[in-house]
């Protein structure tokens, strides 16, 4: 274990993250703890450690780099949470943190639920609620117990705000605060529109591309799955959707090297983006095809249509909305289409962009 500085006052805030979404999610709660002057101190687990899909981020997002990093990646679920929980709770007991913040959905979510309360700290959960109902992913059973552990649920909306009191969560504990991605978005966008190269770079025209990611394994663990996809993406064709885009995620670039198969000519496989890159590259596309949690909702409030390559979604809000719309390789192209002829007016059910506030407005009353 890593840490630098000196030991936190008692009555902090500590605020744990591993992951690339996690990091973008919690710059706005992190940005407004240094503006309130609180307390807080930040601990990284080490589930995401690659200069791309970590660093990168805290450069983008100007953030501090984190107090403590356990350096905890690469194991097996199992064994990654047990030592998450083992190196969190020497950090806890260490600083005494009075709130445990966690967002999310990782092994590092869990992991920080479960040794904030083992360690008696109240355990804060942003963005509480989610279910895609779908017990086969992982994500799915770490979004269940945290919230079950936690004493603040931060639910993005109404929707998630249900879905905790069908699972008999107290009313009192949950609080409909927006998805901070919205307030990620809206610190960003001004910069990102005059600052990204990102178009440039790659001879790309506004509206006239798409972007694809993958990076869920039962979509990039069978080569034979994988390829379907691109396939169905690559082959869609319309004079809006020359080229897309494919920011690759090392764990899909690592499949796609191991079963040698090949990329339709219309893809154009990149290294994953920065931030800043990233959104330049959302915002600007005029469809997102995509398996992430977190780009659903930012395309949704970026009012680009997206279509999930997924048979579920734990953002329903999305499709309820008509930004988004679930689809496997043989409906790629109706899905396709279908969101093609949308107008892009929807609301945005994320919030206004001040969700970090409302959850540091309740934090504070602890501390
Ligand atoms: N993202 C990024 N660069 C990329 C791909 C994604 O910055 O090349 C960002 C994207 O803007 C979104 C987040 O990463 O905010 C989503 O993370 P990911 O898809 O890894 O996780 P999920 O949201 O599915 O948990």
Redesign the pocket.
């Given at each position: 274990m890593r840490h630098h500085h000196m030991k936190t006052t008692r009555g902090s805030i500590a605020i744990v993250l591993g992951?690339?979404?996690e990091i973008?999610?919690c710059a706005p709660i992190i940005d407004e703890c240094r503006r309130r002057a609180l307390p807080f101190f930040v601990v990284h687990t080490g589930q995401h450690y690659t200069a791309e899909?970590d660093a990168v981020?805290f450069r983008d997002l100007h953030l501090d780099l984190p107090k403590y990093n356990l350096g905890i990646g690469s194991l097996p679920a199992g064994k990654m949470i047990g030592a998450m929980i083992s190196g969190l709770s020497d950090v806890f007991a260490r600083e005494n943190p009075r709130v445990v913040l966690v967002e999310?959905?990782?092994n590092s979510v869990l992991a920080g639920a479960v040794a904030g309360h083992a360690s008696g700290s109240l355990v804060g959960h942003v963005e509480a609620g989610l279910r895609s109902f779908d017990r086969a992913m992982p994500?799915e059973i770490n979004r269940i117990m945290t919230d079950s552990v936690s004493d603040m649920l931060f639910a993005p909306t109404k929707e998630a705000r249900v879905n905790l009191i069908h699972e008999g969560i107290h009313r009192k504990k949950i609080i409909v605060v927006g998805n901070s991605?919205a307030d990620?978005v809206r610190r960003a966008k001004g910069i990102v529109d005059t600052h990204s190269p990102i178009l440039v770079q790659y001879g790309l025209v506004r509206r006239r591309y798409a972007v694809l990611?993958l990076?869920?394994p039962s979509n990039v663990d069978d080569p034979l799955r994988l390829m379907s996809l691109m396939r169905a993406v690559g082959h869609v064709s319309s004079p809006e959707m020359k080229r897309i885009i494919f920011?690759m995620?090392p764990r899909t670039h690592a499949c796609l090297k191991r079963s040698g198969i090949s990329v339709p000519p219309a893809v154009t496989c990149i290294d994953?983006?920065?931030?800043l890159?990233?959104?330049a590259l959302?915002s600007n596309a005029r469809i997102i095809y995509?398996?992430?949690?977190?780009?659903q909702e930012?395309a949704c409030v970026l009012r680009v249509p997206c279509v999930t390559l997924r048979d579920s979604t734990e953002r329903p809000e999305t499709i309820a909305v008509g930004a988004n719309i679930l689809a496997r390789p043989a409906t790629v192209s109706r899905a396709t289409r279908h969101m093609l002829a949308r107008r892009r007016v929807w609301k945005n059910p994320f919030g206004d962009g001040h969700t970090a506030e409302r959850i540091l407005d309740v934090v504070s009353t602890y501390l």
């Open positions: 992951t690339r979404p973008i999610k899909l981020f999310g959905d990782t994500e991605i990620v990611t990076h869920r920011p995620h994953p983006l920065g931030y890159d990233f959104l959302a995509t398996d992430s949690g977190g780009i930012e």
